[in-house]
């Protein structure tokens, strides 16, 4: 009798090790190597300017990764397809529940109402960041189940509602970073999926004919952060502020930085002199600090994570988990190459964060779920002969 309980916990870690030897673990080392360059990288942009709360930052950063990691192995265990097949309605039902809700009970600076607080936490949820994933997993099912009958009219209508409903309720948020993202992703899939040049030629055009009715939608403050972001120098001491002094950080780190903690402008007391240094603007912190040298590092480790995302994608058992996968590198793709964008004054600033560097726990803990979800395409990669040929 004494036995069992042995028996039992050496089966578990056997269960253990049999999935750790299924999942991709370069993916997950990736992962966790650029979540911990963030943590450091934090630590550095908080340190001067947040007057003791620095560690606050350091300790929310450091329980959304661990959560985070968790939540990946979790996810990574289950298989994608058996789940999606039976939850993908109820789960698009809650991702329409909770951006609603968020437009209700949702705060957020002017127009903005992306996140959700409660007065008995010491942080914010930022509902987008995890509706993302639940995005590309629903859409990601209905785009498999009408592979073959993609180019009828009905079905490209249903999956562009499928689309539109989302989007929208984050644009009604006020949140257009996050809701650029989801055009990216859409934009992706259907891409990935076949379908045809014309319908994405004749929806930029349709884009086109609408901009000046969209313009017009804008916010003074959403325009001007589009206008100024292209050429900063416009708005000096205004909208291009914060644009300029990002590019003054990150060109006066030179080749190897000034050094961990000893940024000219990255370790000032005053938050203006680098606004949002922990989170926008982390990238002026590490190229100031670390250099080019430094930058280098993270950006091809950050290209390896797409790159190892898209062999994923092209391992899957299926089409569902083939665009799973191209669901989350555009989620990396767009996020990345905006944010390095904004900082270097080459594209406007819109408020996204760079995966796995900036400082947000809904990031870090929505990226790493994601980063499960591609786990477990990777993990249930291998197709049986109890199916059928044409597997979701």
């Not at 994405?200 to 959403?222: D, I, M, T």
């Not at 280098?296 to 083939?322: E, N, P, Q, T």
């Amino acid at each position: 009798m004494r036995r069992k309980p042995v028996k039992r916990t050496t089966a578990f870690l056997d269960s253990v090790r049999a999935h750790l030897g299924e999942v991709d673990r370069p993916l997950m080392a990736l992962s966790v190597i650029l979540a911990v360059m963030g943590i450091v990288v934090i630590a550095s942009a908080v340190h001067a300017s947040m007057e003791g709360w620095g560690v606050k930052y350091i300790i929310i950063q450091s329980t959304a990764v661990l959560l985070g990691v968790t939540g990946m192995l979790m996810l990574s265990a289950l298989d994608y397809e058996r789940y999606l097949k039976k939850l993908c309605i109820p789960l698009f039902v809650f991702t329409c529940a909770l951006l609603a809700a968020t437009l209700v009970i949702g705060t957020g600076e002017g127009s903005n109402k992306s996140w959700i607080r409660f007065s008995f936490l010491p942080i914010g949820i930022q509902p987008s960041e995890f509706a993302k994933i639940f995005f590309i997993c629903t859409f990601s099912y209905h785009l498999a189940s009408v592979r073959q009958k993609l180019h009828k009219i009905w079905h490209l209508l249903a999956l562009c509602i499928h689309f539109g409903i989302i989007c929208g309720l984050v644009l009604l948020q006020g949140d257009l970073g996050s809701a650029l993202v989801f055009v990216f992703i859409f934009l992706c899939m259907m891409f990935a999926a076949g379908v045809k040049l014309r319908y994405f030629l004749f929806s930029a055009a349709l884009v086109l004919g609408a901009s000046p009715f969209l313009w017009e939608r804008l916010s003074h403050y959403q325009k001007q952060r589009i206008l100024v972001g292209f050429t900063p120098e416009a708005d000096p001491q205004g909208f291009g502020y914060q644009v300029l002094r990002a590019k003054e950080a990150i060109s006066g780190g030179g080749l190897w930085g000034m050094g961990y903690l000893q940024g000219t402008l990255s370790q000032n007391p005053a938050a203006s002199t680098l606004p949002k240094r922990h989170t926008d603007m982390i990238f002026a912190v590490l190229a100031e600090e670390f250099g080019f040298v430094g930058v280098g590092v993270y950006l091809l480790l950050y290209a390896a994570l797409v790159i190892r995302i898209l062999w994923v994608a092209s391992k899957a058992r299926g089409y569902m988990g083939s665009y799973i996968c191209i669901g989350a590198a555009a989620v990396f793709i767009f996020q990345g190459l905006e944010n390095l964008g904004m900082c270097m004054g080459l594209l406007p600033v819109i408020g996204l964060t760079l995966p796995f560097l900036s400082y947000g726990g809904s990031s870090a803990l929505s990226l790493f779920l994601l980063i499960g979800v591609v786990e477990s395409v990777a993990a249930h990669r291998v197709k049986y002969y109890t199916e059928r040929d044409d597997v979701l």
